[in-house]
Each structure stands twice: as C-alpha cells, then as structure tokens.
C-alpha cells in the first residue's frame, strides 16, 4: 500500500521538503521490522507539521529518515532541492548544519559547558567563527528569555530552562526547518505550554517546524497533522 502524496494548496509556498516512497527495515538475525512503508509526504516552507501516532507507530524514524539522521532502504527525500540520501555521509552532515535545528526530549546538552557554550558549539562544527558563533548563541538565549542565564551549565537550570536551551541552539544557525521529537515529554504542563508558545512564535517569523509527539493537545498546536501508524501516515489533516 503507497500513502498518497499530498500536495499543498496553491496558497501555500512550494515544498521545502518532498518525500517519495521511503522504506526503512530494522533487521536482526531473528527478524526484520518494516519501521517505514513508501511514505509519501512534502511539506510546503512555514508550515508548522505535526507527526501523531501511538508508540512504536514509526513516528520518531520518519523524523529521523526524513532529516537524514538516519539512512532509508528506497525512496528519496529532497531538502530544500538536495536529495539527501545521495549526499555523502560528509555533505548530508555539512547540509544539516546548515539548514536544520534539532529539539530532542533528553535535551542532549553537555553538562561541563554553559548554555551559551551548548548552543555555540553547533555553529563552531559548521565553520562560523568563533565572535560569530558567541553572538548569535548570545542572541538566541536573549530571544528566548535565557539572557541572565548564559554562563550556567545545564546542571545548574530547570527542566525548562535546559528546553530552551536546546531551542536556542537549534535556531541559532538560523535554519530552515526546525525538527523537535517529542520537545516536551520531560516537561511538567506549565513549562510544556511555556515551550510550545516559544515554538508557535518561531512558526509565526517563518519558521519550517516539523514536531512528532504522542500528546493530542501538543498536536493541536500545529496547523496540519498526519498521523502515522505501522509506518505508514493514515491521515493527513490541513486546518484551512
């Protein structure tokens, strides 16, 4: 069974990102589990995509093979005119740097080094230098209202205060899309709301934001919604 291709309304931009027919197999010697089957997907530049699903749907590897986080076994994934999955493993990793963020539920973020370290390394990797690099982790704290706290280490913030961190650092390369995987599963409901209004913000100035969670009232944040089930997206639902 192939999910259908669904194109945007004319009003909307062209597609910043266009799927076609991604399978992704998990294999062991016992046996081997389709994750992703021919998903078919494009998603226009500004929109704001929520991925849905229950656990173990295949939510988290489309995430992943769409960014080329992780390889697919056919198909393709264009990005912003790239075909990412012929790219070498060098230039797929040079591509997300420059145009990809990334909001993960663990944070992910290096105890020793202080928040503005954390989103300032990710722009060092890439090749800005290094006043550069300072002044746009600087402005991405500020933007999200960390501006006081730059020199604490994630040990020394709250749960939310890590998230934002992690926000911070995905937007500081100024991408164009953002990809946040579950962004709020460690956070209590307060601070979740607190993070998702960040995000509806970044959406409103443009931003491509691409966000899988399991939580329906999270989901409803977003303007079109797929769901995926047995790797597969059942439903595609576009709020006019």
Same mark, same amino acid.
């Given at each position: 069974?192939?999910?259908?291709?669904?194109?945007?309304?004319?009003?909307?931009?062209?597609?910043?990102?266009?799927?076609?027919?991604?399978?992704?197999?998990?294999?062991?010697?016992?046996?081997?589990?389709?994750?992703?089957?021919?998903?078919?997907?494009?998603?226009?530049?500004?929109?704001?995509?929520?991925?849905?699903?229950?656990?173990?749907?295949?939510?988290?590897?489309?995430?992943?093979?769409?960014?080329?986080?992780?390889?697919?076994?056919?198909?393709?994934?264009?990005?912003d005119g790239h075909d990412?999955?012929?790219?070498? @493993? *060098?230039?797929?990793?040079?591509?997300?740097?420059?145009?990809?963020?990334?909001?993960?539920? =663990?944070?992910?973020? +290096?105890? &020793?080094?202080?928040?503005?370290?954390?989103?300032?390394?990710?722009?060092?990797?890439?090749?800005?230098?290094?006043?550069?690099?300072?002044?746009?982790?600087?402005?991405?704290?500020?933007?999200?209202?960390?501006?006081?706290?730059?020199?604490?280490?994630?040990?020394?913030?709250?749960?939310?205060?890590?998230?934002?961190?992690?926000?911070?650092?995905?937007?500081?390369?100024?991408?164009?899309?953002?990809?946040?995987?579950?962004?709020?599963?460690?956070?209590?409901t307060e601070t979740a709301?607190?993070?998702?209004?960040?995000?509806?913000?970044?959406?409103? @100035? *443009?931003?491509?934001?691409?966000?899988?969670?399991?939580?329906?009232?999270?989901?409803?944040? =977003?303007?079109?919604? +797929?769901? &995926?089930?047995?790797?597969?997206?059942?439903s595609d639902d576009r709020?006019?």
């Amino acid at each position: 069974m192939t999910t259908t291709l669904h194109s945007p309304p004319s009003s909307l931009p062209a597609p910043i990102l266009v799927a076609h027919g991604v399978r992704k197999t998990y294999r062991t010697a016992a046996a081997s589990v389709d994750a992703l089957r021919d998903v078919d997907l494009d998603v226009a530049a500004g929109e704001f995509l929520a991925v849905m699903g229950p656990s173990g749907s295949g939510k988290t590897t489309l995430l992943n093979c769409l960014s080329g986080l992780d390889d697919i076994d056919e198909g393709s994934v264009v990005v912003d005119g790239h075909d990412i999955h012929t790219l070498s @493993d *060098g230039r797929r990793t040079r591509h997300r740097a420059a145009s990809m963020g990334f909001i993960f539920q =663990a944070f992910n973020l +290096i105890p &020793v080094f202080s928040a503005v370290e954390n989103v300032e390394l990710p722009l060092l990797l890439a090749g800005v230098s290094a006043k550069r690099a300072r002044q746009r982790a600087q402005e991405s704290l500020e933007r999200l209202g960390l501006g006081h706290r730059l020199r604490h280490r994630p040990p020394e913030l709250s749960g939310g205060e890590q998230q934002r961190v992690t926000v911070a650092r995905a937007i500081a390369g100024e991408p164009q899309i953002v990809w946040a995987d579950e962004p709020t599963g460690n956070l209590d409901t307060e601070t979740a709301a607190t993070v998702m209004e960040l995000l509806r913000d970044l959406h409103r @100035d *443009g931003l491509t934001l691409i966000l899988v969670t399991h939580d329906p009232a999270i989901g409803a944040s =977003a303007a079109r919604r +797929i769901e &995926v089930r047995d790797g597969r997206i059942v439903s595609d639902d576009r709020q006019d």
